[in-house]
């Protein structure tokens, strides 16, 4: 194991920051990007990775997670102040590295013992990269109508030793980097919408797989379209009940809700920062005005997200009311990057260097903020309807 890490395996949330920072700062160069940033997407997966490799080895990246899957334990609160302290460093992308707190809970919670044990820890020390399966063409928001189906491959559900899958899905980050997929297919009639639908962990490199990536509009390749033709999933990888997959999508919610929020809302406060250094010394009265909206919204999302953070850790279920979150980071992501273009367009629009190019494709990426994790509009009907009791749901 590396010196530094020296805190134990049961630190409180304080001391484990104050020891992370240190640790951080004494390793710097060690950590620090090999390009500048922003770095393509293949140089910015390899620094995760490689970060991950180094922070598993040092034991912080270990912090959080149940100790069956090769973590120390702990609240899940030390490895969101990880997972931020990286983001606000700029040592990894906060949308990529969130995708570990999105899918390694599904499988803790859902899996195997045994595979959980064996596949988390490669997860999370870097040495394999994971996708989500869910959205379709003509699925996104109304999840349950999904068309992707497995039907058993000998016998019926109960007893088969596999399932083979075919259907297409859209939109998967960072699939064309993954070894393994969580998957949502159809095991029962097209009627039974959520009660049909099973969750699978499949391997990427199983034959009848295709991956082709699509191209988004700041120009990075992140996400793909997944093609499934006569693909052979073993049984044993089903997570959780055949057709309970509804309660494993389901479950993804309350993290992707907190701890990658928290990480996000560390580098927006980074961005907000660095804009405040890009505009200093422009004679624009507007940017105490501009700058302090975005603050200040942030700022609210900070304080909601903290307490959303604390009620996991307490280990209260979490619901509904994580929409309001939702709705909450989005806003503040795009008010920060709306102040970027109002303050310094030249920068977004026109500088060909890379921090405008990284400016400029954080202010288009950040339009996706209202769509990706459900949309903007799907989570205000959530709250109208079902926090505020204005009306039944669809
Ligand atoms: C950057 C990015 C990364 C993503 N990564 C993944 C991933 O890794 N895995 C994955 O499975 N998916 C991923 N997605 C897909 C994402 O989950 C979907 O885009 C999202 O759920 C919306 O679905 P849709 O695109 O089909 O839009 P639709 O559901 O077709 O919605 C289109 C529009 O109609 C509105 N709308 C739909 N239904 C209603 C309604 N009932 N009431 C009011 N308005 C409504 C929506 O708000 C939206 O404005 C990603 C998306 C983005 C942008």
Redesign the pocket.
């Known amino acids: 194991m590396r010196s530094g890490h020296d805190i134990g395996r049961s630190p409180t949330v304080a001391e484990f920051r104050d020891r992370l920072h240190e640790w951080l700062d004494a390793h710097a160069a060690e950590l620090a990007p090999r390009h500048p940033l922003p770095g393509t997407l293949d140089e910015q997966v390899a620094q995760m990775q490689r970060v991950k490799a180094i922070t598993y080895e040092a034991g912080w990246m270990r912090h959080g997670w149940p100790e069956r899957v090769g973590g120390y334990g702990g609240s899940p609160v030390l490895r969101t102040e990880l997972g931020a302290a990286l983001a606000a460093r700029d040592l990894v992308d906060p949308g990529l590295f969130s995708l570990v707190e999105v899918l390694a809970p599904t499988l803790i919670d859902f899996a195997r013992p045994e595979l959980a044990a064996q596949v988390v820890p490669r997860l999370l020390s870097g040495a394999e990269m994971w996708?989500?399966?869910?959205?379709e063409p003509?699925?996104?928001?109304?999840?349950a109508s999904l068309r992707c189906r497995a039907v058993p491959a000998d016998g019926d559900a109960a007893s088969t030793t596999a399932w083979v899958v075919n259907g297409q899905?859209?939109?998967?980050?960072?699939a064309q980097y993954s070894d393994r997929c969580v998957l949502l297919a159809r095991t029962g009639d097209a009627g039974s919408r959520h009660r049909g639908i099973t969750a699978f962990f499949v391997d990427m490199d199983s034959p009848g797989i295709t991956v082709a990536p699509i191209e988004?509009i700041n120009g990075v390749r992140?996400?793909c379209e997944v093609f499934f033709d006569d693909v052979v999933v073993p049984a044993d990888r089903v997570l959780g009940e055949v057709d309970g997959g509804w309660a494993v999508a389901m479950s993804i919610l309350p993290y992707e809700r907190s701890s990658c929020f928290w990480q996000r809302i560390a580098f927006l406060y980074r961005r907000l920062e660095q804009l405040v250094g890009l505009v200093a010394g422009t004679e624009d009265e507007r940017i105490a005005g501009v700058v302090g909206d975005a603050y200040v919204q942030l700022h609210a999302l900070r304080a909601r997200s903290r307490v959303t953070q604390h009620r996991l850790a307490s280990g209260e279920t979490l619901g509904a009311e994580t929409s309001i979150d939702k709705v909450l980071v989005a806003a503040a992501e795009q008010a920060v990057y709306d102040a970027v273009r109002r303050l310094a367009p030249a920068t977004v629009a026109l500088d060909d260097s890379p921090e405008g190019e990284r400016w400029r494709g954080e202010y288009l990426?950040s339009r996706?903020a209202t769509?990706?994790?459900?949309?903007?509009?799907?989570q205000r009907?959530i709250i109208a309807r079902r926090l505020l009791g204005l009306g039944a749901d669809?």
Do not use: H, P, R
């Open positions: 996708c989500q399966g869910f959205s003509g699925t996104g928001s109304d999840l899905k859209v939109w998967t980050s960072l988004m992140e996400f990426y996706a769509i990706y994790g459900g949309t903007a509009e799907i009907n669809d």
